[in-house]
């Protein structure tokens, strides 16, 4: 059976020149890197030339690079990191569940917490950062682009009012990273997550950029990694794949791989869009990743959808969520107003650098013909 996977915000497959220069780690070059005698030096030069590669990826320099178990615990290092009680800091409503989850706890700990709105592009006004800002506001922490709709978030103007105000600002870029060029003083953020498996990296690493100067308490104790800043041996393989990952997304802005992508992405919505009435494109006015489309099609279920286009072999997504047993609408879509049975008809297509044009050509075979069905059995569309 033909298998299509167009899910790559969820995650992408590791590009075998990432696993090829990997691989002798898990072997021969296994040293742990604090140890001093041969073994130790030479993985301590391979994790410092991985460091490199993150930071030019990033604009920055290596020492403000500490590498991490992944997306989540960037987030989490950043956020915990820098808040205590009595602290204020600004959100959104639309981050990843990374951020919004350690934001609710910092609440239970005694730190106030603002989510702010957005508009119906899923878009934060940063006017509306400024007005949040109190005398007691620590941090900033407002996404680079959302993993659902993929909309790209006015980072530099935040940043800007961060930097008058003299507040922390961290940016989730988690789903930007390796799909839209980073540079971390022009964004103006002082602490950036991204993590390796969205850019055809090891699963399970990412990495925070801390500013030099940011102090932040670690969340782990223990040896004096990472300028203590995260305790712990360091994943050697994962560290070596993270820095070859980032060196080959670096790459794709100049050998046109992310062009291949987004002409990918513009055929597969233009397409649907003709094809298939009462559907349209989730924060389609507002500037982009090229990899990621939110599509709604009204009538349709999207649980139903993802798992009969499986059955099809295209692997798509909702960002619905199961929560005690019902499916809650995704927490991104109502945000931007979209009314839960829209949010609930929406699906995530997300492409990577394996996909093809073949690939689109297979979606666009299996996917009007699914929604069509799927509408009639919908009590909805009969009467629409
Ligand atoms: C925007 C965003 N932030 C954070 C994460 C978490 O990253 P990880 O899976 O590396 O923990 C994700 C993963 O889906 C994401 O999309």
């Known amino acids: 059976m033909q298998r299509v996977y167009l899910d790559s915000n969820a995650t992408t497959p590791m590009l075998p020149e990432v696993f090829e220069a990997m691989r002798p780690f898990y072997f021969d070059e296994f040293g742990n890197a604090s140890s001093i005698h041969h073994h130790g030096q030479h993985a301590r030069a391979a994790v410092e030339r991985a460091r490199e590669s993150v930071a030019r990826l990033l604009g920055c320099r290596a020492a403000e690079i500490v590498f991490t178990s992944g997306g989540t615990e960037a987030d989490n290092l950043a956020i915990f990191g820098l808040a205590n ?10 981050e990843h569940h990374a951020v919004l989850n350690a934001c609710k706890r910092l609440e239970q700990r005694g730190v106030e917490v603002t989510y702010l709105p957005v508009d119906r592009q899923a878009l934060v006004d940063p006017e509306d950062v400024r007005k949040a800002l109190r005398p007691n506001t620590k941090l900033i922490s407002i996404m680079t682009a959302n993993n659902e709709t993929g909309v790209v978030e006015p980072i530099e103007e935040i940043g800007c009012v961060a930097s008058e105000a003299d507040v922390y600002f961290h940016t989730d870029a988690v789903q930007a990273a390796g799909k839209i060029p980073i540079d971390v003083k022009k964004m103006g953020c002082d602490l950036l997550s991204i993590s390796g498996h969205k850019f055809h990296g090891p699963q399970g690493m990412g990495a925070l950029y801390v500013r030099r100067g940011t102090l932040i308490d670690p969340l782990f104790y223990g040896g004096n990694h990472e300028r203590q800043r995260r305790a712990g041996n360091e994943n050697l393989p994962g560290i070596i794949g993270l820095g070859r990952a980032a060196e080959i997304a670096m790459g794709g802005f100049d050998d046109g791989s992310l062009k291949r992508i987004q002409k990918m992405r513009d055929r597969l919505e233009a397409t649907l869009l003709q094809q298939i009435d009462a559907a349209g494109v989730n924060s389609g006015a507002a500037k982009r ?67 093809t044009e073949a690939d689109i050509d297979f979606a666009l075979s299996v996917i009007p013909q699914t929604v069509a069905r799927l509408r009639e059995l919908s009590p909805t569309y009969a009467s629409a």
Do not use: W, Y
């Not at 009680?85 to 639309?94: A, F, K, L, Y």
């Open 85 to 94: 009680s009595g602290d204020h800091v600004i959100t959104s409503q639309v």
């Open 289 to 355: 990743v090229p990899n990621t489309s939110n599509i709604f099609f009204d009538h349709i279920e999207g649980e139903a959808m993802v798992i009969a286009l499986d059955l099809k072999g295209l692997a798509v997504s909702t960002g619905a969520a199961c929560s005690s047993g019902a499916i809650e609408p995704s927490h991104v879509l109502t945000a931007m107003g979209l009314p839960p049975e829209r949010a609930r008809a929406s699906i995530r297509f997300s492409i990577g650098k394996h996909n």
